[in-house]
């Protein structure tokens, strides 16, 4: 579909938040797609460079309003709104649209657990029925075909990557996966709340939404494809005063017949050929700065003080591969292009 | 024994490191110790303030070399050396003086143990015997006997105060323990090394020494005081990019009778009248910045989304409850002092 | 006027920002005074512990509204309200109180500058008029006899110790004063804005206010008392991707006949009896992290490349020196206490 | 004569530091240009991913013995060996090689200053009478002919790109600039020492090097190529506790006859075709956060609160204009490429 001849046409909708802003900073590395309209209601009228200075020199449209854009002038719509202001605007999208929804208000396929979890309900069900899953490595058929995309979620997609594999082959013990998570700031948004102060973070660390996080039940439902019983996980998200990555630290019971090596070998042979997913030797410790500001996933595994136990170590950056990155990723699987366009660069260190 | 008339007198062996330097910080606020020789033997001759500037202005004596000072010229001493160094070190010290150790030397009871876990043989077994370990809510009374108290490790500290009343208690499964913790970066000291530069660490999360650490023996050690069988715990640290500050998250199995309700009811009772262990109200989060530079250790219980299982989370300032500070609260019960003395600052935020 | 026996009462207005934690914080180490009444209109009835986990401990008084308090229950008032708040409120306290004015509402004793400055015609012209500059090291005699002091700001602070012994010995040309300012990110409150998120600080430098700070007019007018004509200075503060402290980088131009030995002995001088400014040897490179938490001001003196100027360092903790501490001993000062009460503790390093 | 079929081949000495895996980083990017060889005599033998995990997917050639390569097999060689140890290297190159040299060692066109700043002769004197200094705006057109490059330092680069227009357009007074800098903690480089612990550096803020700093004579040389007479400035660099970013607040004096407009209309006309060197409204506040990971300058002009004054901001990113992405902007002009390949990539942020 997609040539370099002829440019990939892209409007997001919020480009005023950082994952907005994310996917801008990769569509400028991408060959052949570009930014051609930017809604920001609240900032019409503004240059890009005014909300992000980083991105003044890119020669970018400015920011407008979505009534005053030609929404139908594109390829396809990345949708960066907040939670529950998302069904709405998407289901007003001409079906001709390709949409891949960065919130979480296309993720759960269960509409009445939407309800219950985000505490309102779902306002656009035949959508949903037609969503698919955004993890790209696992569900890439789908989005190849899909009109609608439900970006997943940045802890989901850290702690899925490492644990599918192992559901699927069985290695591991589906009722007994424990995910303690820790994450940099930029995933709480650019919202101005007292709580995400400088002066709030910097200097300490703490746990929050313990239990109850709403990424909770969204790992459930993915790693439920994998397995023949649902699973109910326990996570636990963690604040690290850093601007970017996330780092899950997986709690596993081997099957009895599986062994350490066995998982190891599993989730090298899954991600042989994933350009993104890199699986480390044995005992390896990846770290959120091996992977920031690009598109990788690196995953370790090692072996328990405890006996028949494992614990799997995954990094991403929490604005690429478990936003807009990912976002990227699938676009180009939809449109047919190269997995990676756009999403070659390395890491930023130090 | 002690009156605001007579002075404690006190010497510090190793001031030239983080703990080292706490602990002047704390006895400066001490109401009636004080600090009467301070050793290092590579810095001797030089004032503290060229080392600690923030430590100029407190009329301290300057460094010396070990041999230089009159050894016996104070009430206590705080032995501040590497792991290794002190046992040749300590075991030296006149028999008439007490001695808080904050290295690892003499917290492992088992010699094997400690030449297993330390790559060396212990080289002060009969002292290993009397060694009375320092975690001081739980020892308390062997420790206002003691000659030689081993301060615990920071990490052990903070995972050990929310689990010990819970496995007195039979409330939870000594068999399933996992330990997340996560700490600041002044645990590592003050040597030059490259994984501890600024660079290297700031923007960046990571987790080390998983499976192999060597608090994990520790804390096993000091968890099966309070079982019936010994007990092996999952304990995996990470590196926050913050100076100060510990925090645990904890994953326990209930025992078949046991309620979260219940965990709640057993912390609250066991820390009532501990000055410095506050638990929390439930599904509390507490984090590490509202402890830091105090000797403060808070506590939250949560429920889990996996039916009967529980999260403890627990915060300590490393260098205060977890090194210099308890070791201060040591002292003050082996010299008969008012347990709270020179700990009563305030924490520091931000 | 006060003695150990009674404690002194202490009013906050305005204890739910940093400024006021500050204080309680500072007071909880302070010998004879004790907060007997705390405001906060917007959290009324709240325990300090839930807007301040770290002072929970303490056994504060609960944060009631101002109309509820009794106000003239205590001895002294500090006023830690938002600038324009400020004089309303202080204008209708009982004659009998003495107050500690954090904010700027009265620091510019010229109200038409004031208006110019803050936008806004001053409300209490008459109160201004008795309000005594609390710059405690050269208005203290005068503060000691005060009913109202108005606290300096945190830069103004930290430039203005190292300057005016320079100016009164006439050693430099008061025409020729740059001050390159850098702040941590505590001086802009607990506010929930953008520009204050981790987000946007973290891993970043930059400049704000470049010739419009407010502090610009402050500085000139408090110089202006050293030296036979009104100064301006040249101001330029800049923003550190840390929660506290302050350095000022001042550059300064030799009078012909003075040298940089003139300046370092005559800050030595100056300062040989102060207990908080220290004035270190020549060429000393002062950090903030020297005096996180502690009142302490450091200055050094170097030479220039360029003949016939030198460079001035001085380093203070913003919320201390720079805010509440500095009030703390302006309160010492106008009760007759000793100067160094609540003062004493020891920086927090690292 | 390069062209998309035939590919610039590159090789590093000293590929194990901050500024070898910055090249790395950016070579990534670069369309035609690949590293051939890797030196890192230390490492020699190790895959880069061994010593920097964020490139260890790029499929890079391994580390080498400088005596191991076949140093001729390529067009260009950036050397980021350590001051002094460049010289004895460089001048064993064979003659046919471009070189870009990233250290100090050829940037000082006066032997005798070098000997004198950094402490001992020069030991490639021939060499540095045809070596060109790579402040790639201002000596393009030598760079473009030359075959040794002198990489200006990251500090010099940040003062000087504002600095020469308005001296060569006779706007300011040459003897009356004063540069206040600072930088983030990578320009120190890998090496393990105290002072650049993340403990010793996090959460404070100092300056260094007052009046010593070796870049200031650099500083001067350049400069002085603009102006009639010798020029000295007054120079302080400072640290702050971020990786990468150098902020420079100038002071300068108006020439007579100039103004702050006219100041900004030099600056915006020297620089309107510029890639990199971007001129911002007036009065704006460029952030170092702004220019993170990319090869841009940001200048704004801002006049001062004293009549007759200006002063200039410029950022960079220390790693990237100031040191590794100058480099390639530079080999880019020796080779006769695109002056922007391998550098559009927009910066990281947040």
Redesign the interface.
Same mark, same amino acid.
């Given at each position: 579909m997609a040539s370099t001849m002829s440019e990939i046409k892209v409007g997001i909708l919020g480009a005023s938040g950082?994952t907005g802003?994310e996917l801008?900073?990769l569509l400028?590395?991408h060959p052949t797609a570009e930014a051609r309209w930017l809604t920001a209601d609240r900032n019409a009228g503004q240059p890009v460079g005014s909300l992000?200075?980083?991105?003044?020199?890119?020669g970018l449209p400015d920011l407008q309003r979505l009534d005053d854009v030609a929404v139908d002038d594109v390829d396809v719509v990345f949708c960066c709104l907040p939670h529950g202001l998302t069904q709405k605007v998407v289901r007003e999208l001409p079906e001709t649209l390709r949409v891949i929804d960065l919130s979480a208000d296309f993720r759960l396929r269960d509409t009445a657990l939407y309800a219950e979890v985000y505490g309102k309900p779902h306002e656009a069900v035949e959508l949903q029925e037609r969503a698919v899953y955004g993890l790209t490595e696992h569900y890439g058929e789908a989005i190849g075909k899909a009109r609608l995309v439900a970006n997943p979620g940045c802890y989901t997609t850290t702690a899925q990557l490492p644990l599918i594999p192992l559901l699927k082959a069985r290695l591991i013990d589906p009722t007994r996966i424990?995910i303690?998570a820790?994450s940099?700031?930029?995933g709480?948004g650019?919202a101005?709340?007292?709580s995400?102060?400088?002066?709030?973070?910097?200097?300490?660390?703490?746990?929050?939404g313990?239990?109850t996080h709403r990424h909770?039940p969204e790992i459930d439902q993915c790693l439920s494809d994998f397995t023949e019983r649902p699973v109910?996980?326990?996570?636990?998200p =963690?604040l690290?005063?850093?601007?970017?990555?996330i780092?899950a630290?997986i709690?596993v019971r081997l099957q009895p017949d599986a062994t350490v090596d066995g998982l190891q070998a599993a989730l090298a042979d899954a991600y042989r050929d994933a350009p993104f997913v =890199?699986v480390l030797p044995p005992?390896s410790?990846?770290?959120?700065? =091996?992977?920031?500001?690009?598109n990788?996933c690196?995953i370790a595994v090692?072996?328990?003080?405890?006996a028949g136990?494992a614990?799997l170590?995954s990094?991403t950056d929490n604005l690429v591969k478990g936003a807009s990155g990912q976002a990227l990723q699938n676009m180009n699987l939809m449109l047919g292009l190269d997995e990676t366009a756009g999403l070659?660069?390395?890491?930023?260190?130090?």
């Amino acid at each position: 579909m997609a040539s370099t001849m002829s440019e990939i046409k892209v409007g997001i909708l919020g480009a005023s938040g950082y994952t907005g802003a994310e996917l801008l900073r990769l569509l400028n590395d991408h060959p052949t797609a570009e930014a051609r309209w930017l809604t920001a209601d609240r900032n019409a009228g503004q240059p890009v460079g005014s909300l992000f200075p980083h991105l003044a020199h890119l020669g970018l449209p400015d920011l407008q309003r979505l009534d005053d854009v030609a929404v139908d002038d594109v390829d396809v719509v990345f949708c960066c709104l907040p939670h529950g202001l998302t069904q709405k605007v998407v289901r007003e999208l001409p079906e001709t649209l390709r949409v891949i929804d960065l919130s979480a208000d296309f993720r759960l396929r269960d509409t009445a657990l939407y309800a219950e979890v985000y505490g309102k309900p779902h306002e656009a069900v035949e959508l949903q029925e037609r969503a698919v899953y955004g993890l790209t490595e696992h569900y890439g058929e789908a989005i190849g075909k899909a009109r609608l995309v439900a970006n997943p979620g940045c802890y989901t997609t850290t702690a899925q990557l490492p644990l599918i594999p192992l559901l699927k082959a069985r290695l591991i013990d589906p009722t007994r996966i424990i995910i303690d998570a820790k994450s940099g700031v930029s995933g709480a948004g650019r919202a101005a709340r007292e709580s995400s102060l400088f002066t709030e973070i910097s200097e300490g660390f703490h746990a929050y939404g313990v239990a109850t996080h709403r990424h909770g039940p969204e790992i459930d439902q993915c790693l439920s494809d994998f397995t023949e019983r649902p699973v109910t996980v326990t996570f636990t998200p =963690h604040l690290v005063p850093m601007n970017r990555g996330i780092l899950a630290t997986i709690y596993v019971r081997l099957q009895p017949d599986a062994t350490v090596d066995g998982l190891q070998a599993a989730l090298a042979d899954a991600y042989r050929d994933a350009p993104f997913v =890199h699986v480390l030797p044995p005992r390896s410790l990846p770290a959120t700065r =091996h992977v920031r500001g690009s598109n990788n996933c690196l995953i370790a595994v090692h072996p328990s003080r405890v006996a028949g136990e494992a614990i799997l170590l995954s990094v991403t950056d929490n604005l690429v591969k478990g936003a807009s990155g990912q976002a990227l990723q699938n676009m180009n699987l939809m449109l047919g292009l190269d997995e990676t366009a756009g999403l070659r660069g390395a890491p930023l260190f130090p």
